[in-house]
């Protein structure tokens, strides 16, 4: 008999009860304020994968030797953030719950949101290592207090200080920067001091979220807001594998990717090589 | 001194209070499910009608004979349809209250649903007038019901039976045609009857609101959710020419161009045209 | 326990026992002269699909009322005709074997090859029914005698004289036009005299072969070729229904769409719908 | 020894002292108001032309039986129309001294204007039959006289009344329709009455320039100034066939390919068709 | 009652009487030799600086601190080179007039003529630094001497030697570098020399003219001729900030963004950015 | 008499018996896996090099100083491998015959093993100098021996251990890496340690065939299978200078340059620069 069209991300092909790291997508960009189009992320990962190697030259290493289990994206409401975000919670519960290291896929960065509430409730001296070109540090735009734009806020809201570090950041307006000072930790610009963040959590529990517009748009065009003036992919990668090599990070997400914006399909294929590194380092 | 610098939708350059008709724009498209990029039609529009001719050889009569003021785009917030759609009321109530015609640009189909609830309040004997490829008569979408696949059944749920007649259906579920059947009047695929129907509503007020896609994808491919075998253009300027030459619209709206998503321009240098046939067949 | 990531065809999710239709996409366009990318086209419809609706206001029924396996995508070698011809004749046998309808996806005209010698072996009285833009009946091309261009030809070394009728022909050198005279029927740019052949050809099987380039480029951009002058959207759904009305169809393929060449996606999306239409007047 | 790569239109390939006919290209658009490209209209006609078979199945005949030189490219500088049209003016003057008829592609439309002036100091008594979607005879823009929006009022500055008849146009300015009414032959919209015009023209000679943008932006979106509402490829084929059926065309152009405009390549591929037809149908 | 819809570069909202910088755009790219399109540079800027932040985390500064005035583009007649250069001087000398900094957005980079001509006017001791990857000192090009690539060269007709130094050079004839030996200074490649330069300069006025095809084409695709090997973003950034802080630069212009040839919109971003460094950085 | 519309690339116009070097295209993809478009890359050389200037100002002298002659595209049937190799075969043999060096423009990479067969044929010592992000040295692919995956292991198969040296690579299997470390040297991402290797050649001959992908995607998107981390273009340049200033190249290609990749097409205007820059150092 003929079997069904399975479509995983490269490789990630274990049996959900083998699996060590459980990838699955959230297609949702309702409040992205600029250029739409990360809802297409995930899936275009999976779909563009097939052009990549499985091997990582980088780490002499196969992803096939990991014990990957990609549950494909959620259904999530479009225009109603709450709804997708409690749908994004209740997936990463899930995988906690069984044992396994839940990895998402964005859609855009309020996607985070969602699986951080749920990491907490398992991991109450959660940190976060954030990569970001945008501090995303807003109380709110027009009223509204859930976007894209307020994320990381929104995870100081639960955790409060000393326990968010972002890196690269290159964008935000003055109030942000101002109350970040006195809340998280930010390094504008590149990763300098992020082996001594990481000295300070020591084995403490670490959310890792990467924002991929962190990269320079010369080597990553495809995202909604992209900001000159970002990391190179070498910088990116090293800065990738002293978070994973050093860090106990329970938790990970790679955001923003929109494919629409660049027609080159250089982007999704550079953010399905950063994920190939991840889930190899990863382990 | 030098002047600021203004832009208006070709020659609508009237001050406000000599208006007949006020254009505003309402850039959102967060409910849209399949493909965005709504959120920039009005801007488009602006921005390219300069390619445009303001004399009509249809209707031998010039847009700049009409007294017409373009009011820019509302500041919508995006992920947050009810804040948008309450913003979109009381800017049509503004303009109705003045004694003017509201003339929305959108954005997604979700956007009419605002100013009818406006014109409602002003017109309770309102009827609605609906060219679309879609019926958007679903009821909920993942349990939320204000979407751009539900907009006329919203409408619906303030008007009741026999005051919705569309045009030009081709695409919806079983569920949807079965409840029009007993509530609204449905015209698949053309105009066929449009004139009776015209006939019958008379003097009283009609919302005219036109979702793009209701034009073939070959003439229109700029839209989010394309649907083969549309009406051809001079059809749907046969069937404008109809409504605005014999019924008493108060209020209309053109929705769900993507300019994005045609990168020939032609989508929305067709959108231009029809406005502009729109704007000089209304007085 | 979380569910794999399954990519099917809109509303094709039968069990394969249960299935009296069997998608299979053929990724293959290595003979394509001019402008490559059709080896897209399986795939891309496949992800587009949830963009359309199951239902079909055309014949008042609904997709998810057939019962369709879609088993994804034969994995074929570029640049080796010979063999992909072999995969896709051993896949379509083994659906044939089953008892169930082989529906093949392309890919480039080519791949029509394999599923008709397949299906020859089981039916030897088969007729075939053609719609395209390009003759096809090239003997050979540089020396070579397996391509794109030369598929029917193939197809009629296999069947000889009287067996084959293709319709809306726009192009194609004048060696082929004046072979075509005497070996099968063509008729130029319509489906003109489609019933009466239908009418011949009476209860014997059928494959029926729609080259996607039938259509005028304007409806459908995205293919290798276009030629100006094509059949509409109405006209080929006309065509299509009174084929599958009527002819004993144990055997189909849909071929030719290249969706990088459309970056409005207006053609995958057409593409989707007439593949819809097929499946649900197919039984 | 190895030859050189000479490119030209498909099946062009005569000796020059053979040829009946002379495609020559004239790469500019430094007036074009709205959208530039045409510039790259000839040479993209030349490259992609490869794609299309030199046989015509709707006059049944071959264009490698016609004897056409191509001569490639003027070499033109942006930014100094006069010099450019004294240019074009001395090549179609050197091919009509040569006893063979000039075939000039652009190119913007007033380019046209150029080859009109050589071509009335040989036929005084030379009539112009002019498809397009513009008017073109505008007096001057922004004080400027040469421009393509004026290049048909400046051929009538040269040749008065009752000698040039346009057809297809819907697009001007109400002074150009006004003043078109008493000084030439406009038929709006389509090609109504053309056979009409065609006889009183009788044996005269007949300068035959082509806008592509007659045609609907449908079928032909690759142009600066597209205008929906256009003639189909058929119309546009018949009405062609017509003029060069019955009029004694001693000059002609097909100008406004703007190749950038159209990614999908369809509307290159539809100018090439049409310039084989007319090179087919002008012996 | 409502207000008109108007549109200035980000934040760039003063009244004209309060400003000391005036933005004019000048959109016109007749001839561009190679691919057109700077046309359409400064309306896109305008358009999508939205997108950006007004804080400079390089300068800790924001822009809405400065008092800029945007007066909107220029309506130049495009063929019609000296008449857009006067166009371009009438308005810059108004400016200068009025005791404001003039800062022109191109268009192509001949517009920088028409502002220099009005600068030398008041300046007569002006110095020019230009960035770029192109020498732009052809006498002549096919007769014509009002181009793109001859700009600086008239630049000197006007200034004489040793007033023009430019950096970033990797593009021009042998002739162009040759002549330049003697008459300016030219650095190739990179920004050496750039401090030493504003120091000979001392306090002399300055007119700051970047092409920004000076950029490497990985973070700015989006320019008529684009040269591997240009300077990062960055390197450039500083450059600025060496000039705005050192020199007395009485006005200035950022040329050559052409929006369509970069879909991603990166080079657009990068521009806006530029613009709001830029804009900080001179008061 | 006009003249025939010649296209060669930029100033490569020599005659044949001059010249010293001759360059010819194959425009041949048919073997790509993932994503096509190599087929068009020498023909989008030879018409985007207008761009360019002949000038270097790297090395300080012209292209027109040398004697070079544009042979054009080979006529190579897609589809058949085979017949494609010995096609190149032969025009490479009868360009050495005739005491010339051989310079091929791609197409994919599997064309370079015929153009080396031929090199062997008449330099049995010759030894390959390979740029390349891919290591290419598969065995087979699904069962083909003949692929672009595959081209340097086939070489290998005709020269044996030793001889082929490789730089820049960042892609592979582990199967490749790991055969590779006993038959060929292969230096991972950069170009460390390629002068050594060039010593250790000597003055025995030297094929350099370039993979244009070994370039970043951020300078080179335009290419199939784009792999994050790769040399910049003065990285790049330097080692071609390397290469041409040291070794005995006797025949040289570039390949993989895939133009409808890159709208922006900066990488065709990359790779014209990289041609000339090779061009000029080769003598």
Known sequence: MLSKNIETFLGCDAEYADATTVLFGAPFDSTTSYRPGTRFG???MRQESYGLETWSPYQKQDLTDRAIFDSGDLELPFGAPEVALQLIRERTAKILADGKRPFLLGGEHLVTLGAVEAVLEQYPDLHIIHFDAHADLRDEYLGITLSHASVIRRCWDLMGNGRIAQFGIR???????????????????????LAHILDTIG?????????????DP????????????????????DAIFLVLGQANVVACDLVELAPPLDPTGVSTATACKILREMLIAME
């Open 218 to 237: 010369s080597c990553f065009p495809g995202t909604g807001t992209p900001e000159a003036g970002g990391v190179t992919f070498p910088e990116l990668l």
């Open 203 to 215: 084995e403490r529990p670490v959310y890792f979220t990467i924002d991929l517009d962190v990269l």
């Open 171 to 193: 964008s935000g307006d003055q109030a942000e920067f101002q109350w970040g000072e006195n809340h998280i930790h930010t390094q504008l610009f590149n990763f300098t001091g």
């Open 42 to 44: 995930s899936r275009a």
